[in-house]
């Protein structure tokens, strides 16, 4: 690892990266089934895992590779999978699991055309509501978005930290243009990376309650067979693990797992701005597409036009108080995306006097700088 980390430039594809952040973040346990265009970091993993004392699984279907980083967590290893669109679907089941039973493990969804099989090789952002809302009933999930090479390794990492601290699962959405592209980045040396790790017991096992609240609503978590009566249900369960249907248990536990996110707002959600100190007109995007609305906004200002950029890098918890700023401080905004408008959405939900305009591609090709470009002289 020491040699692989180092403060040297390398050149790295997104792919590729997001294996170097996991490895960096302590991840030792990855299970998962090749799929285009993700395939790259289960390649990189049955090779690197091993190297270093890790476990690598190639299991037979996504649904099992879900259920495997769960059960390696739970036994207190930090663990990986990746899949793209179909694989994706598959896995909301387990992943509705691992947010009840509050299991922290990072998901990786390398997006491509679909529905369906779709369109293995090309880029796309269809799955931005199905990472929200996928799986069934009312849960709270991390959702982030990646858009360059280094995007993808300081993300990676931040995505097993917020996992970790907050006892959730934390989806990362790459796409076929990131996660292909190559370019050259700095990775840091180990002992500069922040790694979180979760918090333990720190009573003796006969007096650890599994799910108790606290002040951050986040429960100490044991590692199975470590001697510590953990139960673990799929069901809505009491504080000791075991199935409630009492009103007010149901009530406390969902309301505590919403909780704990709500508290961590001021690290979960990021995003960057570029240009935005006196921008009259704004493009939010995420992702691949905000690599092309940077490149418009500067064509813009080098012709006159007062254009910012707001990149989101936490999809959801939606970003509300950074777009709202936006919204307040330029007269029309652009989201720019390539689904049938699925971000857009969750702006228009906050607006309050800008306009606000989407421009999209479903046809598996890239939002180029120059749509962008055009579309902010339309504004």
């Not at 959702?143 to 006892?167: G, H, M, P, W």
């Not at 910012?308 to 989201?335: E, M, N, W, Y």
Request: hydrophobic share 40%; proline share 6%.
């Amino acid at each position: 690892m020491e040699n692989e980390l180092t403060h040297e430039k390398r050149v790295l594809q997104g792919n590729e990266a997001i294996v170097e952040g996991a490895l960096a973040a302590g991840c030792r346990f990855y299970a998962g089934y090749p799929i285009t265009p993700a395939s790259e970091i289960a390649e990189l993993m049955s090779i690197k895992l091993p190297a270093i004392g890790g476990t690598f699984i190639q299991m037979e279907d996504e649904i099992a590779s879900m259920g495997a980083i769960i059960g390696a967590s739970l036994a207190g290893v930090k663990s990986l999978t990746a899949t793209s669109g179909p694989g994706f679907s598959l896995m909301q089941e387990n992943l509705g699991f691992a947010c009840i039973a509050e299991v922290p493990c990072v998901l990786v969804n390398v997006m491509r055309g679909g529905p369906s099989t779709g369109l293995p090789t090309s880029p796309a952002q269809g799955d931005v509501m199905q990472a929200r809302w996928g799986t069934h009933g009312d849960h709270p999930i991390i959702v982030l978005a990646a858009s360059s090479v280094k995007d993808c390794f300081e993300i990676t990492v931040q995505a097993f930290n917020l996992s970790e601290k907050y006892r959730i699962p934390v989806i990362v959405l790459s796409d076929e243009v990131v996660a292909h592209t190559r370019e050259t980045i700095v990775l840091p040396k180990l002992e500069k990376i922040e790694v979180v790790e979760r918090i333990r017991p720190s009573v003796p096992p006969e007096w650890y309650i599994p799910y108790e609240d606290n002040s951050r609503g986040v429960p100490a978590m044991a590692n199975m067979g470590s001697g510590y009566r953990h139960h673990v249900t799929g069901l809505v369960h009491d504080p000791k693990g075991f199935p409630t249907q009492r009103p007010d248990e149901v009530d406390a536990f969902i309301r505590r797992q919403y909780r704990k996110i709500t508290n961590g707002f001021y690290e979960i959600q990021m995003s960057k701005t570029l240009m935005m100190e006196d921008a009259e007109i704004a493009v939010i995007a995420y992702g691949s597409v905000s690599r092309s609305a940077l490149h418009a906004i500067k064509s813009a200002r080098s012709n006159g036009i007062k254009a910012g950029l707001l990149q989101l890098i936490t999809l959801f918890p939606f970003h509300k108080k950074a777009v709202d700023a936006v919204l307040r401080q330029c007269r029309s905004v652009l989201v720019p995306e390539m689904n049938m408008g699925q971000l857009v959405r969750e702006v228009k939900r906050v607006n309050l006097s800008s306009k606000v305009f989407k421009y999209n591609r479903v046809d598996g090709q890239f939002i180029t700088p120059d749509e962008i470009y055009d579309q902010l002289l339309r504004m």
